[in-house]
């Protein structure tokens, strides 16, 4: 009898990297790719239906975040594990996910050499992190070292408000696109403002938008 594959969905707004992920992981042997998707609705869909084993997620998706996708595929209560496959710094998201509920964080720049070796830790149970940054978490927890009062001060939805305005989106546009009220957008961004030490939407603008740049693929 042929041992059961693994399936995994793919979630990812780029189809080049959908492309390239899924031919990685076609030619493991235990492994196989149920489907893909580009934002969340359609991920939440494909979870449903094909039920994978364990579902890729990238932060930057084309309709939704991958933070509140992490946390809508827990809400469904399908056995899947999540690995997150991201071109943001894994010091500023990779705690994040984990606390949302995912089980290991991979930085895009590392794909072509660890993302099987990846996807087998987090199907064995266990978290996947970087060395460097594994070997980060215990020092601070050793030695109760805080992170820097920066950028990852901010809140999950403060992070997700300052990267849409780093993407040049407006107030209402960025209400509509988290579903939200525009005032709830207005109190956030002036949060953000407060956390980052800026004194005018300008500056927020110039910020997020530099950040935006440093970050993006």
Known sequence: ????????????????????????ISAQP????????????????????????????DLALKRGHGLDLIKKILAEGVPTKILVVSAYEESLFAERVLRAGAHGYINKQALQGKVIEAIHTVLRGEHYLSAEFA?????????????????ETLTNRELQVFELIGQGKSTRSIAKELSLSVHTIESHRENIRAKLNLHNGTELIQRAVQWHLENSR
């Open 30 to 57: 235990g492994l196989e790719v149920c489907g893909e998707a580009s934002e969340v609705a359609d991920a939440l869909e494909l979870v449903r239906l094909t039920r994978p084993t364990l579902v890729t997620v």
């Open 1 to 24: 009898m042929a041992e059961q594959k693994a399936r995994v969905l793919i979630v990812d707004d780029h189809p080049l990297v959908r492309e390239g992920l899924a031919a990685r």
């Open 135 to 151: 070997r980060r978490l215990v020092a601070r927890a050793i030695l109760h070292k805080d992170l820097p009062r920066d950028v």
